[in-house]
């Protein structure tokens, strides 16, 4: 019979391997790899990743945490779906809760999330994604910073969620069906440069001076900044 300490190891390795694999086909449903509702066999992709079945299994529970993948019990396991209806509900709940975020932020800033939103925030400057999902592991960094700053897990999960979802280059194509990621990637840098709402300068700006309604204003401009938003983003938060 197997020791604790002989079954211990042979537990990390698996988890490490399991999260790798999850980290690989998460980047590929960002990057628009794989298309959304697209069928993922587990099969197919234990042969792919040359690990067994079992480690494809514990990828897809962890992707289901997050809204990656869904299943479906005649269809098996899946990209998740959205239509244009569901992608703006998605995009006004990520708007809405990052701005209480970046509201709570500024009440609840102390010197180690000033520290860590200054920091990534001047990381933007000079980064040059080489990939979509680089750029929203970025993205996620810096939100990420803002949540831990607001002071509420709750709040930070349920961002996460919705702003992996809504991130995904599937995602943006329902609302930009032209948009080509080199051109994409090619923009954002310029965003950080030119003070561009779309960017995060101002945002992290308003953070760290303590403006709770600057900060709420420019969260929304940033989420919601393409003119392609600019009717429902007018509707509903007036800006």
Known sequence: MSTLAEVAPKALERESLSKRVADSIRAAVLNGEYQLGQKLRE??????????????????????????????????????????????????????????????????????????ISQVSRKMKSFKPRTFAEWIDLELEFHGSVWKAAGNDLLSRQLHHLSVLSLSLSTLHIFKPQAGLEDVLKTIPTWERSQNIQGHQLLAQSILEGNPQEARKYMILHVMGDPVYRNVRREFFQL
């Open 43 to 116: 099969v197919e992709l234990s042969k792919s990743y040359g690990v067994s079945n079992s480690v494809v299994r514990e990828a897809f529970h962890i992707l289901q945490g997050e809204g990656i993948v869904v299943t479906d019990p005649y269809r098996g396991r899946s990209v998740f779906n959205i239509g244009a209806q569901e992608a703006r509900k998605l995009i006004l709940m990520r708007t809405s809760l990052e701005a209480l975020a970046a509201y709570l932020a500024t009440e609840n800033l102390d010197t180690s999330s000033k520290t860590k």
